[in-house]
């Protein structure tokens, strides 16, 4: 690359990053839900098959039976919609006799190949689906019966109807391909053949011949299919076409390397092939450029070249949808992902225009500025072909001259470019991959809003929102939380939603998990921590964070998803800007000298956090300053060694959105170095008069220590109070045994602490502070 390109290329780069903010708070997730926590609250459940793991592959979510159907290897499911998991049916489809035999001789993996992985499900009619497998390399259709809505949980499958899926399902279970169902016809985007070199785009099934792409590199150049939607042109169903959304090396890029461009692909629907020119082949194919980039300095745009993921929103216009796409960079300067949404007009603008052109191998793409033949290759016969003077009601009525045009000018000269002319989301420098995208169209109080949920490769699906405050160049993304659906860092290769049930649906080879939307009792009992949720599907009713329903009469209800401002929102609420008195309290003891830690973890990761402490005697509050002796860590203060001059009351408070709360109200006790000496050195003498050697607990085998050992740390407690004694117990085993020893002892499962509190155990500190002090440094 040149000097001069690549200077271009890493200030474009750096301008993305100043651009999105990549330090900025609302970049991370202000609420994080563990695996377990998703479970313990009920907003997950999942699926994992009857042999412990599913091996998934498809899904099709059924609303009209209240069913959901999973594809897996050598077998498929059918589950009831309503989370309970009671009434699962099962059907065990291998590949054929033999062929799992002859897919290893060809060299293909026996564990992860050569198996029948359902990879399609579609509904056929009202009482079957139709499903493919790879069937080891041999790809097989079959049609499953599911019976009428509200009939008898039926599912079963007829060994005698199953036929050839050539065409229809790829012969590799991991290679990417793209179907959707109309008509009671299959349209299919894959590589048709064993050794995944004939991309096609292909037709099959119904009474109609098959119809496929030309065997032509300008057509369809390694292509990564994504997606396939029927998208209508207006209320004239013979202008009705497919959509195919995918990746592919480009042939426009002058010689640049093999580049990476994003496409829109399109035929119509009532495609029939040529007469003489294109026979059974498409005649109406045309594809052009998606671009989604973010500028920089200099006229340098950050491109995101690679698609990773479609979804369409739907309008009440159904000919108008918007469609969401997910897309990632293959840029060398960072790892970056991006969404852009793009508008059928914008996309029927560029198909509607000029062709791109190429005379030979020297000279540069340029628009087609010759004449184009009638009817315009890509057009679909229909009302406005088919004039009194020109008879064109199927496309092999069209001239010859219109196909070989087709054929030769596949692509189109100008590109779709976002909504805006730039993304809507960007993020960058993730610690996974963003791979799965659905969209929720959303009322809430102050206005309509979009819900994203992104499926990431580490099994976590992150809930974001844009914010449009006027200009577009200030948008803000809230990112409101990140579920961890999978307990392992598994990638989510699958995502549907549900918005009758309120439900996502989420994929992995793992399994298959049902989450819901929302559940707005996790962000907190009081208002303003409802309000700072800014979860639009969620709002204070005046008790309690409840879901927002639109149509409610309801008159107390308090949201504010714009601006997140609970001083605003709940002023009534016994709220105050600055409630000292709020949050929990607690009694830490600390012994001279040695580290101590206050804890502190707010619920929202994107608010900051500022200690206060208030001396004794005295009622005025000042901050905390940190130094090398005293850190503030993520999850509270540490003081590496503590003085008889840090006594006093410490006040944890957050800020967020302009609004300080306090967090947590810690009153701090110093006990003096002199006070614990004279404990540790006196004597004590047993009965006989003999000396007691005072030592740990761990100085005997015995899992107790005896009465003679026990008092002298009990003598600790005369200074502190006796309640919980049992607890002191543990914390000195834990302070002076090795983990021999205390295995040796007793295995009593003891929370890490840096502080002894009276009543409640302080928090683990981190790997990083547990590396950086020393064992004789814990507080004794």
Same mark, same amino acid.
């Given at each position: 690359?040149?000097?001069?390109?690549?200077?271009?290329?890493?200030?474009?780069?750096?301008?993305?990053?100043?651009?999105?903010?990549?330090?900025?708070?609302?970049?991370?997730?202000?609420?994080?839900?563990?695996?377990?926590?998703?479970?313990?609250?009920?907003?997950?459940?999942?699926?994992?098959?009857?042999?412990?793991?599913?091996?998934?592959?498809?899904?099709?979510?059924?609303?009209?039976?209240?069913?959901?159907?999973?594809?897996?290897?050598?077998?498929?499911?059918?589950?009831?919609?309503?989370?309970?998991?009671?009434?699962?049916?099962?059907?065990?489809?291998?590949?054929?006799?033999?062929?799992?035999?002859?897919?290893?001789?060809?060299?293909?993996?026996?564990?992860?190949?050569?198996?029948?992985?359902?990879?399609?499900?579609?509904?056929?009619?009202?009482?079957?689906?139709?499903?493919?497998?790879?069937?080891?390399?041999?790809?097989?259709?079959?049609?499953?019966?599911?019976?009428?809505?509200?009939?008898?949980?039926?599912?079963?499958?007829?060994?005698?109807?199953?036929?050839?899926?050539?065409?229809?399902?790829?012969?590799?279970?991991?290679?990417?391909?793209?179907?959707?169902?109309?008509?009671?016809?299959?349209?299919?985007?894959?590589?048709?053949?064993?050794?995944?070199?004939?991309?096609?785009?292909?037709?099959?099934?119904?009474?109609?011949?098959?119809?496929?792409?030309?065997?032509?590199?300008?057509?369809?150049?390694?292509?990564?299919?994504?997606?396939?939607?029927?998208?209508?042109?207006?209320?004239?169903?013979?202008?009705?076409?497919?959509?195919?959304?995918?990746?592919?090396?480009?042939?426009?890029?002058?010689?640049?390397?093999?580049?990476?461009?994003?496409?829109?692909?399109?035929?119509?629907?009532?495609?029939?092939?040529?007469?003489?020119?294109?026979?059974?082949?498409?005649?109406?194919?045309?594809?052009?450029?998606?671009?989604?980039?973010?500028?920089?300095?200099?006229?340098?745009?950050?491109?995101?070249?690679?698609?990773? =993921? !479609?979804?369409?929103?739907? @309008?009440?216009?159904? /000919?108008?949808?918007? $469609?969401? %796409? #997910?897309?990632?960079?293959?840029?060398?300067?960072?790892?970056?992902?991006?969404?852009?949404?793009?508008?059928?007009?914008?996309?029927?603008?560029?198909?509607?225009?000029?062709?791109?052109?190429?005379?030979?191998?020297?000279?540069?793409?340029?628009?087609?500025?010759?004449?184009?033949?009638?009817?315009?290759?890509?057009?679909?016969?229909?009302?406005?072909?088919?004039?009194?003077?020109?008879?064109?009601?199927?496309?092999?009525?069209?001239?010859?001259?219109?196909?070989?045009?087709?054929?030769?000018?596949?692509?189109?000269?100008?590109?779709?470019?976002?909504?805006?002319?730039?993304?809507?989301?960007?993020?960058?420098?993730?610690?996974?991959?963003?791979?799965?995208?659905?969209?929720?169209?959303?009322?809430?109080?102050?206005?309509?809003? =979009? !819900?994203?949920?992104?499926? @990431?490769?580490?099994? /976590?699906?992150?809930? $974001?929102? %844009? #914010?449009?405050?006027?200009?577009?160049?200030?948008?803000?993304?809230?990112?409101?939380?990140?579920?961890?659906?999978?307990?392992?860092?598994?990638?989510?290769?699958?995502?549907?939603?549900?918005?009758?049930?309120?439900?996502?649906?989420?994929?992995?080879?793992?399994?298959?998990?049902?989450?819901?939307?929302?559940?707005?009792?996790?962000?907190?009992?009081?208002?303003?921590?409802?309000?700072?949720?800014?979860?639009?599907?969620?709002?204070?009713?005046?008790?309690?964070?409840?879901?927002?329903?639109?149509?409610?009469?309801?008159?107390?209800?308090?949201?504010?998803?714009?601006?997140?401002?609970?001083?605003?929102?709940?002023?009534?609420?016994?709220?105050?800007?600055?409630?000292?008195?709020?949050?929990?309290?607690?009694?830490?003891?600390?012994?001279?000298?040695?580290?101590?830690?206050?804890?502190?973890?707010?619920?929202?990761?994107? %608010?900051?956090?500022?200690?206060?402490?208030?001396?004794?005697?005295?009622?005025?509050?000042?901050?905390?300053?940190?130094?090398?002796?005293?850190?503030?860590?993520?999850?509270?203060?540490?003081?590496?060694?503590?003085?008889?001059?840090?006594?006093?009351?410490?006040?944890?408070?957050?800020?967020?959105?302009?609004?300080?709360?306090?967090?947590?109200?810690?009153?701090?006790?110093?006990?003096?170095?002199?006070?614990?000496?004279?404990?540790?050195?006196?004597?004590?003498?047993?009965?006989?008069?003999?000396?007691?050697?005072?030592?740990?607990?761990?100085?005997?085998?015995?899992?107790?220590?005896?009465?003679?050992?026990?008092?002298?740390?009990?003598?600790?407690?005369?200074?502190?109070?006796?309640?919980?004694?049992?607890?002191?117990?543990?914390?000195?085993?834990?302070?002076?045994?090795?983990?021999?020893?205390?295995?040796?002892?007793?295995?009593?499962?003891?929370?890490?602490?840096?502080?002894?509190?009276?009543?409640?155990?302080?928090?683990?500190?981190?790997?990083?502070?547990?590396?950086?002090?020393?064992?004789?440094?814990?507080?004794?």
């Amino acid at each position: 690359m040149p000097p001069l390109t690549a200077a271009r290329c890493l200030l474009a780069a750096l301008g993305c990053l100043l651009a999105v903010g990549v330090s900025s708070k609302g970049n991370v997730p202000r609420l994080r839900l563990s695996h377990r926590d998703l479970l313990s609250t009920n907003r997950s459940t999942i699926f994992i098959g009857h042999r412990g793991f599913l091996d998934f592959r498809s899904l099709y979510v059924d609303e009209y039976r209240d069913r959901i159907f999973i594809g897996g290897r050598d077998v498929l499911y059918s589950l009831r919609l309503d989370q309970s998991q009671t009434d699962v049916k099962e059907i065990n489809w291998p590949p054929a006799a033999g062929q799992r035999e002859e897919c290893i001789m060809k060299g293909k993996d026996p564990v992860t190949e050569c198996a029948n992985y359902i990879r399609l499900l579609h509904p056929f009619n009202r009482t079957h689906l139709l499903a493919c497998g790879t069937g080891a390399f041999h790809p097989v259709c079959a049609f499953i019966y599911v019976g009428h809505r509200g009939e008898q949980h039926v599912f079963t499958l007829d060994p005698g109807n199953v036929e050839s899926g050539r065409g229809k399902c790829p012969h590799d279970p991991n290679r990417p391909f793209a179907s959707t169902f109309i008509g009671g016809e299959l349209y299919t985007g894959l590589t048709a053949d064993f050794l995944g070199r004939d991309p096609v785009i292909f037709r099959s099934l119904g009474s109609r011949m098959s119809l496929r792409t030309d065997t032509d590199q300008r057509l369809l150049h390694d292509p990564r299919f994504l997606s396939a939607h029927l998208i209508p042109d207006n209320d004239d169903r013979d202008n009705d076409k497919v959509y195919f959304f995918f990746t592919e090396k480009a042939t426009e890029s002058e010689g640049k390397g093999p580049a990476v461009y994003s496409r829109v692909g399109r035929v119509c629907a009532n495609d029939a092939g040529g007469q003489r020119v294109l026979v059974h082949k498409w005649s109406t194919f045309n594809k052009a450029r998606l671009v989604c980039s973010v500028p920089g300095p200099g006229g340098g745009d950050t491109e995101f070249n690679e698609l990773e =993921d !479609v979804f369409l929103l739907q @309008t009440k216009d159904e /000919s108008n949808p918007e $469609v969401y %796409a #997910l897309f990632s960079t293959t840029s060398n300067v960072f790892q970056g992902y991006a969404v852009c949404v793009y508008r059928m007009a914008d996309i029927w603008e560029v198909f509607n225009g000029p062709y791109a052109h190429k005379d030979g191998p020297n000279h540069q793409w340029a628009a087609y500025e010759g004449k184009v033949p009638y009817p315009r290759p890509g057009v679909c016969p229909s009302k406005i072909t088919n004039q009194p003077s020109r008879q064109y009601r199927s496309t092999k009525d069209y001239p010859d001259e219109v196909l070989h045009f087709a054929r030769a000018h596949p692509l189109m000269y100008r590109s779709v470019h976002p909504l805006n002319g730039k993304p809507l989301l960007v993020k960058t420098n993730l610690p996974y991959r963003l791979q799965q995208l659905v969209v929720d169209r959303v009322e809430a109080e102050d206005g309509q809003y =979009d !819900v994203m949920f992104i499926g @990431t490769d580490s099994g /976590s699906v992150l809930k $974001v929102i %844009a #914010l449009q405050k006027g200009n577009f160049v200030d948008a803000e993304e809230v990112t409101l939380e990140e579920m961890q659906v999978f307990k392992g860092p598994i990638p989510i290769t699958a995502m549907e939603i549900s918005v009758k049930r309120q439900t996502l649906f989420v994929g992995s080879r793992a399994g298959v998990a049902q989450v819901k939307l929302h559940h707005c009792e996790t962000y907190g009992t009081a208002c303003a921590e409802c309000c700072l949720a800014r979860d639009p599907y969620c709002a204070w009713d005046g008790n309690s964070c409840t879901r927002f329903q639109p149509l409610s009469k309801r008159r107390f209800r308090r949201q504010d998803i714009r601006n997140g401002n609970p001083a605003h929102q709940c002023l009534d609420q016994n709220l105050t800007h600055d409630d000292s008195d709020g949050g929990e309290e607690k009694l830490i003891y600390g012994a001279e000298l040695n580290s101590t830690f206050l804890e502190c973890v707010p619920k929202s990761p994107q %608010a900051a956090v500022k200690w206060f402490v208030q001396r004794p005697n005295n009622d005025r509050k000042e901050e905390v300053k940190t130094d090398e002796r005293i850190l503030k860590t993520e999850q509270g203060l540490l003081f590496r060694r503590i003085f008889r001059l840090d006594t006093g009351t410490y006040y944890c408070k957050t800020l967020e959105h302009g609004f300080v709360q306090t967090v947590t109200k810690i009153t701090l006790e110093v006990i003096e170095s002199d006070q614990l000496s004279d404990i540790f050195h006196r004597g004590e003498h047993d009965e006989d008069g003999a000396l007691i050697q005072r030592g740990p607990p761990c100085s005997v085998p015995h899992h107790r220590p005896s009465h003679g050992q026990k008092a002298w740390f009990k003598e600790i407690m005369q200074l502190i109070g006796y309640a919980n004694l049992q607890r002191v117990d543990e914390y000195c085993e834990r302070v002076w045994c090795n983990d021999k020893q205390r295995k040796k002892n007793k295995p009593t499962k003891i929370r890490n602490s840096l502080s002894t509190e009276g009543g409640k155990k302080g928090r683990a500190k981190t790997s990083g502070e547990r590396s950086r002090i020393p064992r004789q440094a814990t507080n004794t």
